[in-house]
């Protein structure tokens, strides 16, 4: 196995660019690592949990549009928020992660989805201090294709994008690229490659699709819906999925902010357990889940059709991604997208080995003083979620041991 010695990956230098992340959008993020340019967003923050009193601080969800934000939204359309004694507002829909995380630090929100290895940098290298109190889902991603595309070897020479640096994505590609002996790198478009190098380029998720039809990529990893929808429109191919490559991993958890868990446990247990309520309807309602999220449902809380939305809750045709080859891993019994709230410290150790050895944009100095036991503690708070499972009949009803604890399997 060849040793991955991939450059940096890309960041567009214009701001308005549209063909990945735009260096504004990457600035806003790394300023956040930055104590003075910060602490205007703490300051109002702060002026913002205070201006309200123990439990009567309102629910204020951020999400992306996909299908990893499914726990939140569904906690919501069902009022499970209200069953716990709270009060919500119309979540609100983000088109970055950049943006997330700033409304997130500023508290314009104040329960939000962010993917996993970006909870390491908000808590360490931003120094936001906030806590993972739940997992999202499990799986929920696939690195789709070009419908010329038969193996990770032959990504040689072309451009796979990924949604963000801070990703289980990156961190999956990195994975397989490296075990076919090839290397990422960032070229300039059209620039030459050589015979075992892969361009990286960040894009946002909703660009994938267009950017795969119009062969500016050769492929992409990234959450459903969208490698659904590169299926059902004919685009695409899923090469993998990556609950295929790292069993049942975490993509994206549940993130409070660490000044709401100390001065109102209560409320945060609350939004816990409404979390935990939501994810197991869903693992009992998938069909019911898609039309809730789908674009034509009344909330319109994602752009996406039913039928791709389908493709991801209610899969029905992994015999036939077993029989082509897709899957690797059959006896894993994978679901495409599933759901299970606790956030195991097995996963976070081997995130945070994983993390170090995977390229990133931007300084990420502070990963090499991260000990992942260390981090398994400290990143997560699973109090309210132990309680929450307990609230609904315990492990057993996620399919969990009962002592939670697992090992982590990855096989490229």
């Not at 069993?247 to 709401?260: G, I």
């Not at 909330?299 to 992994?318: G, I, M, Q, R, W």
């Amino acid at each position: 196995m060849k040793k991955n010695t991939s450059s940096q990956l890309h960041v567009c230098a214009s701001p308005d660019c549209r063909c990945g992340m735009t260096r504004r959008d990457f600035l806003r993020l790394s300023a956040l690592a930055s104590a003075t340019l910060a602490a205007p967003l703490l300051r109002i923050g702060d002026a913002t949990a205070q201006s309200f009193k123990g439990d009567d601080v309102p629910v204020k969800i951020g999400y992306l549009p996909i299908t990893d934000a499914a726990p939140l939204l569904v906690a919501h359309a069902r009022k499970l928020f209200e069953t716990e004694g709270l009060h919500t507002e119309t979540p609100r829909m983000f088109r970055s992660w950049a943006q997330v995380v700033e409304a997130f630090v500023s508290g314009q929100v104040n329960v939000i989805h962010l993917l996993s290895p970006a909870t390491l940098w908000v808590r360490y290298g931003a120094k936001f201090p906030a806590k993972v109190v739940a997992w999202n889902h499990m799986n929920g991603s696939a690195l789709t294709v070009a419908p010329h595309i038969r193996a990770v070897s032959d990504l040689a020479g072309q451009t796979v994008a990924v949604p963000f640096w801070y990703s289980i994505h990156n961190v999956l590609l990195q994975k397989l690229l490296t075990a076919d002996g090839l290397v990422a790198v960032t070229r300039v478009r059209g620039s030459a490659l050589a015979a075992n190098e892969v361009n990286v380029v960040v894009l946002p998720p909703a660009e994938m699709t267009s950017a795969l039809a119009g062969k500016s990529i050769a492929g992409f990893i990234v959450a459903d819906p969208f490698n659904a929808a590169a299926e059902t429109n004919g685009i695409g191919k899923v090469l993998r999925f990556s609950g295929d490559v790292w069993k049942d991993h975490a993509c994206c958890v549940t993130f409070l902010a660490e000044r709401d868990i100390s001065e109102r446990p209560e409320w945060a247990q609350r939004v816990t357990s409404a979390i935990v309520k939501a994810q197991l309807w869903t693992r009992n309602n998938r069909p019911d889940t898609a039309r809730l999220l789908s674009a034509n449902a009344d909330n319109h809380y994602t752009p996406h059709p039913l039928e791709a939305l389908n493709k991801v809750f209610s899969a029905t045709d992994y015999a036939r991604y077993e029989a082509s080859g897709v899957i690797h891993n059959k006896d894993w019994l994978q679901q495409r997208i599933d759901f299970q709230p606790y956030p195991f410290p097995s996963y976070t150790e081997e995130l945070v080995r994983s993390l170090l050895i995977t390229r990133m944009e931007g300084d990420n100095q502070f990963l090499a003083s991260l000990d992942p036991a260390f981090v398994a503690k400290d990143l997560i708070d699973d109090s309210f979620v132990r309680a929450a499972i307990r609230s609904v009949g315990g492990p057993k009803v996620f399919g969990l041991s009962a002592d939670l604890q697992r090992r982590e399997f990855i096989a490229v």
